[in-house]
């Protein structure tokens, strides 16, 4: 893709985030909240085929009640939070002569701390762009909605309000991939796989963050899972640009995810 191949590669920002309902039970919300919630669930209620009226009298499934349902909040920014954001950055070795690729994670019990750590590695690299699976339509919003509800500014790379969808430069391998093409969501498993790249996330998914995070408090499992996502979005990217991914033994980690911190 010559639009990639026009970009330095060492200017991209390659990330993911995890994402958590913002209490660990329907039951911990505050009575606003609540409500609020209650009137979300109408809209995911009629998504799932579920239509009520006066006439109505079968009781409504379980699986459907706001407190199931509760599950999805962390996909909202409104109802949710952030976890864990993964950032990772290209480098070429010259004395190697092959690309290495730089991995940190941002991770906390503390969002505002995180999100704030974040946005200055953001601010202090105005000219980078950002790269993620499916990120102009999670990542990107998720993450400038939160910095604004935790009172934070927007770095330069999602201060985008105004701006033209096409000035809008970064990367999404997801809308990268459908080629124009709006009718199907192609995931990262299976874009790796037709790649033969390995699948990421082979320890748990998506729908398991929340009871790892709030039950198992185990912190430093999300973030090993978060990162598995960025190099294979990263080995995507090269493979959209026509070169050969980097191996395993390419990728440095700037942390030890062991000394991420642990929920208590």
């Given amino acids: ?17 995890e ?5 660990g039970c329907h039951d911990d919300l505050d009575d606003m909240l609540r409500l609020l919630w209650e009137h979300k669930c109408h809209a995911l209620r009629r998504d799932k085929g579920w239509r009520t009226g006066p006439e109505d009298v079968e009781p409504m499934p379980s699986h459907l009640e706001a407190a199931s349902l509760f599950a999805q909040a962390g996909i909202y920014a409104e109802f949710g939070r952030v976890v864990c954001i993964s950032v990772g950055c290209f480098n070429f070795d010259k004395q190697e002569e092959t690309w290495r690729f730089r991995v940190k994670s941002f991770a906390d019990e503390d969002e505002k701390l995180m999100l704030r750590e974040f946005s200055a590695l953001l601010a202090r690299k105005p000219q980078y762009l950002l790269c993620a699976h499916n990120g102009k339509e999670f990542d990107f919003p998720y993450l400038g909605r939160r910095l604004l509800i935790n009172g934070l500014p927007l770095p330069p790379q999602l201060d985008i309000a105004g701006k033209k969808p096409w000035e809008v430069a970064h990367f999404d391998t ?47 499992r999300i973030v090993k899972y978060c990162q598995k996502d960025i190099i294979t979005t990263a080995r995507v990217l090269q493979k959209f640009r026509g070169d050969e991914p980097f191996h395993d033994d390419a990728v440095v980690y700037a942390d030890d995810v062991s000394t991420v911190m642990r929920r208590s």
């Fill in 19 to 23: 994402t958590v309902p913002c209490v």
């Fill in 174 to 220: 997801m809308e990268l991939w459908k080629f124009g093409d709006r009718k199907s969501y192609t995931s990262l498993p299976l874009l790796a796989a037709m790649f033969g790249i390995p699948t990421p996330k082979d320890d748990i998914n998506g729908g398991d963050v929340a009871r790892v995070y709030y039950d198992e408090k185990d912190l430093p």
């Fill in 1 to 17: 893709m010559q639009i990639l191949r026009k970009t330095p590669l060492d200017q991209i920002f390659v990330l993911d985030i």
